[in-house]
């Protein structure tokens, strides 16, 4: 799909650079190709190569069968993220969370994704598990290991890796009372190791430990007026938007920002403005890239890693709270019909995807000629088509619903429905409990506030058992 024979000749064309002893620049021209490539290696993170190479060294030769094995790696991705999860909440005696965090898988495009050799889904289990390892908190060599996986996912991720990571961190410790100490510098290691990884890399393929490419000007949006315009498009552009594509992980991450603000919570605001920064940071970083949803694929492709991450990180922090406003929302059996409809609704694009993911060519195939690169035709051609297809032509998710007219997308549909039904229900189903962390608290002071017995004398215990 997309990218994926680039990334798998970028392989080739490493092992053949590292078999001819060129470890500095190999291939590197300095100039965008057709392609806006300046290396045969591509510009893409070290993680899409490792398993492609794994699997050479095992002795796969042929496209078909490495890309197989992305794909069944994004599935792993997917199980990987729901196993996890369920450690997560069943440690912090949060159940109830955990089919909230389902219910927002589920209504993802991560369905689809799951099905494609993109590396956005692997991403993100990666990233899943070491907010994960963060929060209950791991062995520190898991936070070691996880955080190095994380790192390397994408060399533009290292502030939020680290941002995400100490609050995770951080919230344990609250929960706990342990130090972390020796989990924050296990976690250090584990990113510096995977900088110092990807950085050989670069300087293999571009002659840096910067990734070149990235830098070109003519990748970028130019211009504050556009950049501003693409960071609301990520947001809620109709053709890209994360509010329309995964409205159930937008509202909630919302939610958890605002709540602060206007209710005395937990954990305080430190959490909510640590989602808030990082997920404005990711929009105004994406907004920055001359193509901000990854385009040509289905909606919001390179914000997809993060979203799942964030909120888990928002459920462990602020669950309590969000349950509060679920179950007020859920608890009249109309209200949650209607929650499910919505869901479903905004569901029922990805699902079609799913059976026919060729529809939305349709969709690009809108501009005549399609849009072509600003490397190539200008900036004013490009961003003028990017423009259009963003905010004024047909939605790409009334192409993507052909797919739910076929049998399996009629049949994939009931499955995901009564999938999000269980969850919705599985949830209200569950006691309301106090955090961990609270009713440690409370078993404390109920200790404390005990009135201690009196001593009883040797003299007076003999005279009773005399008696």
Aim: hydrophobic content about 50%; some cysteine.
């Amino acid at each position: 799909m997309g990218d994926t024979p680039f990334v798998l000749d970028g392989s080739n064309a490493l092992l053949t650079c590292l078999s001819h002893h060129q470890y500095h620049a190999c291939g590197f021209t300095g100039k965008l190709n057709y392609w806006g490539l300046m290396s045969p290696m591509g510009d893409w993170p070290l993680l899409q190569h490792i398993p492609d190479l794994i699997a050479i060294g095992l002795g796969a030769s042929s496209h078909a069968v490495r890309t197989r094995v992305l794909e069944l790696l994004n599935v792993a991705g997917v199980v990987a993220s729901v196993i996890v999860a369920r450690v997560v909440f069943s440690r912090l005696r949060q159940p109830a969370l955990f089919w909230v965090f389902l219910a927002v898988l589920l209504s993802g495009p991560v369905l689809w994704y799951a099905r494609t050799t993109s590396g956005e889904v692997l991403a993100s289990g990666l990233l899943l598990c070491f907010v994960a390892a963060a929060v209950l908190p791991a062995h520190p060599a898991l936070v070691g290991l996880a955080a190095a996986g994380a790192t390397l996912t994408k060399e533009t991720s290292y502030p939020f890796v680290v941002a995400l990571g100490v609050l995770g961190l951080v919230l344990a410790r609250r929960r706990t009372g342990q130090s972390i100490q020796r989990h924050l510098i296990a976690g250090a290691v584990g990113i510096v190791v995977a900088f110092t990884v990807a950085s050989l890399f670069n300087v293999v393929r571009f002659g840096s430990i910067l990734n070149t490419n990235y830098l070109d000007a003519r990748l970028h949006t130019p211009g504050l007026g556009r950049k501003l315009e693409y960071t609301l498009g990520v947001l809620v552009a109709p053709n890209g938007g994360i509010f329309v594509f995964w409205p159930t992980a937008s509202v909630l991450l919302l939610a958890a920002c605002l709540l602060p603000l206007f209710a005395r919570t937990r954990n305080g605001k430190g959490p909510a403005l640590v989602i808030a920064v990082v997920s404005l940071g990711l929009t105004v970083g994406f907004a920055s890239w001359w193509t901000p949803f990854g385009w040509f694929g289905y909606g919001p492709r390179l914000m997809l890693p993060w979203l799942l991450p964030l909120v888990l990180v928002a459920l462990v922090a602020y669950g309590a709270e969000l349950m509060t406003l679920l179950r007020r929302l859920l608890e009249r059996p109309w209200r949650l019909l209607a929650v499910l409809a919505a869901v479903v609704a905004f569901t029922l694009p990805t699902v079609g995807q799913l059976w026919r993911p060729n529809a939305i060519g349709a969709f690009f195939a809108q501009e005549t000629p399609t849009c072509q690169a600003p490397w190539r035709a200008g900036n004013a051609a490009w961003y003028g088509c990017q423009h259009r297809q963003m905010w004024l032509e047909r939605p790409m998710s009334l192409y993507a619903l052909r797919g739910v007219k076929t049998p399996a997308g009629l049949s994939t549909g009931v499955v995901v429905a009564v999938g999000l039904a269980a969850c919705l229900l599985l949830f209200r189903r569950e006691p309301a409990v106090p955090p961990l962390g609270e009713r440690r608290g409370a078993r404390t002071s109920r200790r404390a506030r005990t009135p201690a017995q009196p001593a009883v004398r040797s003299a007076d215990r003999q005279t009773a058992r005399e008696r």
